[in-house]
């Protein structure tokens, strides 16, 4: 009503002091009208959604920026009633672990926002109860006694025994076990049925089982696994035969044929890091203090004794010169920091990529500075300069932004089965949304608690 009232006394003030007709009033109103960008409104119900509607403001900064940001839509799927939690952030199977924000009892929604499998579980800090080939390990009260089961996609519940008390999240079929009979304890494997698979892995357990710990993943073939009675490290098949002798203090998975193992040499007391192919053969010394990375594209990236960053080949010798940080390639890519800490884009020669310009934080992986690229894009921190990146960040190996936090102080997730989790300022009043987005920075689902 404002606006209507401004355009009929701007028509007033426009109108010749003479006489007119009601006609030629009308004309030049419309013409103002036109002038100052008033839009007929068709019905009032239409007028109802258009504020309804959240404001897209986000498109105006991607043609400003060059890249998306966060943003509402009115496809956006709204949840109500329930929350995701954000070290919880990815779909599993497109299942989704949730919690109900009155209960707090933890159920599983779809990628449609549908709840799938209602509230009723308990919550694990020190696991995600993630799907995994279509089961889930998660817990509930029975009798007052906490008691894990195995769920299906359909919530069909198979009880584990009671001499279970720790199981871990499903890895490709398997899952750990802590297994407590006439006060001694072992640790087991058991497969999506509840069955114990592995025998020749069981292990008395002479120390506590890391809650967090999970079955280790196979790559080329091999999975790590640690013998409680030796306190060291091994590898076995898919068969669950023993493939390389628990001889390590610690593995990294294998990556291109060979795998990062810390060797204890107890004659010169010290510890250092080397590479050994899946027959258990030594391929590169262990002359590495710390941790190395996984070999990618045909090398792997070392810290060398002056503490630099330095790329090496399968047979260990040395390839491009030495950098304050380096990750390892990525479509022939790598990002490097120099001694300004300046971040730079290599190419496949390790030559900084003439006008390429970022700032941003690279994000650590048990202490090494990694950005992971999945589904070919990789989160990035928020860096010193927010003119440019504007702080967290979805980039792909090239160092082109895709989705940028712009105005709504976005962070922002790795992508899985093409969604991300974001918390994002995104609604009218400037209050945070807590969902996932698509890679167009579009929320595909968004919570309301």
């Not at 209602?118 to 696991?127: I, L, N, S, T």
């Not at 999506?192 to 999970?214: C, H, N």
């Not at 006008?355 to 202490?367: I, K």
Request: net charge neutral; charged share 30%.
């Amino acid at each position: 009503m404002k606006r209507e009232r401004l355009l009929v006394m701007v028509c007033l003030f426009a109108l010749p002091c003479t006489q007119i007709s009601a006609q030629g009033f009308l004309g030049k109103m419309k013409k103002v009208a036109e002038k100052v960008g008033v839009v007929e409104q068709k019905d009032e119900k239409q007028t109802e959604m258009q504020v309804e509607k959240p404001a897209v403001l986000p498109k105006q900064e991607e043609v400003a920026t060059g890249y998306a940001v966060p943003h509402l839509t009115p496809a956006t799927i709204w949840i109500s009633g329930l929350a995701v939690h954000s070290d919880m952030e990815c779909f599993s199977d497109d299942m989704l672990w949730v919690e109900d924000a009155e209960t707090h009892l933890w159920g599983y929604i779809n990628k449609k926002g549908e709840r799938v499998i209602p509230c009723k579980y308990k919550g694990r800090y020190d696991q995600t109860c993630a799907f995994d080939h279509g089961y889930a390990v998660v817990t509930k009260e029975v009798n007052y006694k906490t008691r894990f089961f195995i769920i299906d996609k359909t919530g069909k519940e198979t009880p584990l025994p009671e001499t279970y008390s720790r199981v871990s999240d499903f890895k490709d079929g398997r899952a750990l076990v802590r297994k407590m009979v006439n006060y001694k304890t072992s640790v087991i494997y058991i497969d999506t049925l509840g069955k114990e698979i592995y025998p020749g892995l069981a292990r008395a357990s002479k120390e506590y089982l890391d809650d967090s710990a999970v079955p280790r993943d196979f790559c080329d073939g091999l999975a790590a696994f640690f013998d409680a009675e030796k306190g060291l490290w091994g590898f076995y098949d898919r068969s669950g035969k023993l493939a390389i002798t628990p001889v390590y203090k610690e593995v990294d998975d294998f990556s291109e044929g060979l795998a990062a193992v810390l060797v204890v040499d107890k004659e010169l007391q010290k510890e250092r890091w080397g590479f050994i192919d899946t027959a258990g053969n030594v391929m590169i010394e262990p002359a590495f203090k710390e941790r190395p990375y996984r070999f990618s594209e045909g090398y792997v990236v070392v810290q060398t004794s002056n503490g630099l960053y330095q790329m090496i080949d399968k047979t260990g010798k040395p390839y491009g010169g030495e950098f304050n940080r380096l990750c390892p390639f990525k479509d022939g890519y790598a990002y490097a920091r120099d001694d300004n800490r300046k971040v730079l884009l290599l190419d496949k020669d390790l030559k900084p990529v003439p006008g390429f310009s970022a700032d941003f934080v690279m994000p650590q992986r048990d202490g090494l500075i990694e950005l992971v690229f999945l589904e070919g894009l990789s989160a990035v921190g928020a860096g010193n300069d927010y003119r440019k990146i504007g702080g967290k960040a979805i980039i792909d190996p090239k160092g082109t932004v895709h989705i940028g936090q712009g105005k709504t102080n976005a962070s922002i997730r790795n992508f899985f089965n093409g969604l991300a989790y974001c918390y994002a300022r995104v609604k009218d009043d400037g209050s945070y949304v807590s969902g996932f987005v698509d890679k167009t920075g579009a929320y595909i689902l968004a919570f309301d608690k």
